[in-house]
DNA sequence: ATCAATGCAAACGTTTTGCACTCCC
DNA sequence: GGGAGTGCAAAACGTTTGCATTGAT
């Protein structure tokens, strides 16, 4: 039996569910700053929750410039998205920002293949609990946290996993 | 008898020598790759060792500037000494990235104050090896990482240490 | 109808490149 | 002396801004 670590809880059931969470948190949001939720806006959010990780802005408006959208808009809108703390930026391989919708997700971490670019998420509350720890004991409070590890996944390793092993 | 953690060796009695072998392997990281140690470079990294850490692009410009130094010299610089893997770039709280040199340093991850932009380093065996451990079960191969934690430092907390704890 | 949002183009800041001159080996 | 290195200017790149038009509430 494969116990592939299931770190983010089964959304398959509830995803049209957490989609309109989402959104209602964005339009939340936009209400709380006099800001108004627009099919553009709409748009880049949808890319996301089907895409559901790790777009560069290049990534998003080549998906959407053929609905008329323009380059501007995706920077404004990854701007809001990261000022309501819905989305978070992640350092890709080739050394860009990748973002993803962070709502309702447990903070993890993310193990990046420089071959493929393969961007996988890891959750160590080991790690994070000695942190806090240490950085408390240093009278050092924690706003927020980057840890990101570059290297090769399973599948772009130099050796395979012999036979024997 | 206050044990401050020493994270890193006492280089005030070496620091001469510590300088000597710095740009002994950047001299010999160029002549593997048939370049030449000019005085610009050589200035470049006696600016490093002076100030010895968490300079930006643009520290070292103006700190160089006087001398003639132009811009691109400064790139072309930085760059090599990160290929020679012996500068690294560290976020900064602005966002920019600052340089490091980092020979003969153990590996250490860094605090940044978001306040005044004070970078502390600091060492957490115990992270890197749950890092280790988790990432071989995994079967991916680390090359390198970055962990970067902002916040605010001891004197720039909001609350600082209240009477009585 | 109002006022923010959009999209264009132009501005902006940063990094890279082309090229003649310099200087290290 | 030759080829790499430098510095200038210009190009390239990614991001931001000004402004007239569009559109959501």
């Given amino acids: 039996m494969k116990k592939e670590l299931s770190y983010f809880p089964k959304r398959d059931a509830g995803r049209r569910n957490y989609a309109e969470r989402v959104r ?3 339009q939340d949001y936009l209400a709380l700053k006099d800001l ?3 099919k553009q806006r ?3 959010l949808d ?3 089907s895409a559901e990780r790790h777009l560069s802005q ?3 408006y080549r998906l959407l410039k053929k609905d008329g959208l323009g380059r501007v808009t995706v920077y404004r809108t990854l701007k809001l998205l990261e000022e309501s703390r819905l989305a978070e930026g992640v350092t890709s ?3 860009e920002t990748r ?11 993310h193990l990046i293949c420089v071959q493929c670019g393969y961007i996988k998420e890891i959750r160590w509350p080991e790690i ?11 009278g050092f409070s924690i706003l927020y946290h980057r840890h990101e590890l570059f290297g090769r996944c399973k599948d772009c390793s130099p050796k395979p996993p012999a036979a024997g092993s």
Same sequence: chains 1, 2.
């Fill in 24 to 26: 209602q948190v964005f």
């Fill in 36 to 38: 108004r939720l627009t």
């Fill in 42 to 44: 709409e748009k880049i």
């Fill in 47 to 49: 890319v996301f929750l």
């Fill in 58 to 60: 290049d990534d998003v």
């Fill in 93 to 95: 391989s080739s050394g």
């Fill in 99 to 109: 973002f993803e919708i962070q709502l309702e997700r447990p903070h993890h971490d």
């Fill in 128 to 138: 994070e609990k000695i942190q806090k720890q240490v950085c408390r004991k240093l």
